[in-house]
T-cell receptor, first 112, second 110 residues
Framework: ETGVTQTPRHLVMGMTNKKSLKCEQH?????MYWYKQSAKKPLELMFV???????ENNSVPSRFSPECPNSSHLFLHLHTLQPEDSALYLC???????????FGSGTRLTVV | QKEVEQDPGPLSVPEGAIVSLNCTYS??????FMWYRQYSRKGPELLMY????GNKEDGRFTAQVDKSSKYISLFIRDSQPSDSATYLC??????????FGGGTRVLVKP
């Protein structure tokens, strides 16, 4: 596999469920990102990891919990979400902060 | 005022026409500029990356940056139905994360 892989592609969860999104990059990049993309809104940066250390948390509610066990893997743990959290969640990676980002195909999340 | 402004469209053009897209920005610290293309149900993919004012050409795509006016453009020549997508501009300052525009939806009609 090449590039950035996200699983699952689609997820429907109830407000009381706990689930996790997974991202894996095979590019040897040092930085990884979680973005939220809602309809008719710009991409919203959620978290940034550099060399598996979190360097930015963009005032994200605590019901979203990221985990970066190594430079190639990134998780987003979800619990007690709200319907307004329904969106496309995109993972991206880059070699450095000034380089172009490579995005995964995203996880389409629906909270019911 | 948003840091990056981009008209959401949709921009509808006939096949073969030139597509003209642009973004304006307010942060004079931005030094590098990118354009991404996003197809439906896919993540954005990097199309063009520029680091200075002027033009950069790659096949049918031309990116222009005017730092004095804080204005960037993307032109697509000989547009094809396969160019129908959402185009996002992105920009950043050295060592900092990217700031994205909201995207412009483009429809190229056969």
């Amino acid at each position: 596999e090449t590039g950035v892989t996200q699983t699952p592609r689609h997820l429907v969860m109830g407000m009381t469920n706990k689930k996790s999104l997974k991202c894996e990059q095979h590019l040897g990049h040092n930085a990884m990102y979680w973005y939220k993309q809602s309809a008719k809104k710009p991409l919203e940066l959620m978290f940034v990891y550099n060399f598996k250390e979190q360097t930015e948390n963009n005032s994200v509610p605590s019901r979203f919990s990221p985990e970066c066990p190594n430079s190639s893997h990134l998780f987003l743990h979800l619990h007690t979400l709200q319907p307004e959290d329904s969106a496309l969640y995109l993972c991206a990676s880059s070699q450095g902060s000034s380089d172009g980002y490579t995005f995964g195909s995203g996880t389409r999340l629906t909270v019911v | 005022q948003k840091e990056v402004e981009q008209d959401p469209g949709p921009l509808s053009v006939p096949e073969g026409a030139i597509v003209s897209l642009n973004c304006t920005y307010s942060n004079s610290a931005f030094q590098y500029f990118m354009w991404y293309r996003q197809y439906s149900r896919k993540g954005p993919e990097l199309l063009m990356y520029t680091y200075s004012s002027g033009n950069k050409e790659d096949g049918r795509f031309t990116a222009q940056v005017d730092k004095s006016s804080k204005y960037i453009s993307l032109f697509i020549r000989d547009s094809q139905p396969s160019d129908s997508a959402t185009y996002l501009c992105a920009m950043g300052a050295a060592g900092n994360k990217l700031t994205f525009g909201g995207g412009t939806r483009v429809l190229v009609k056969p």
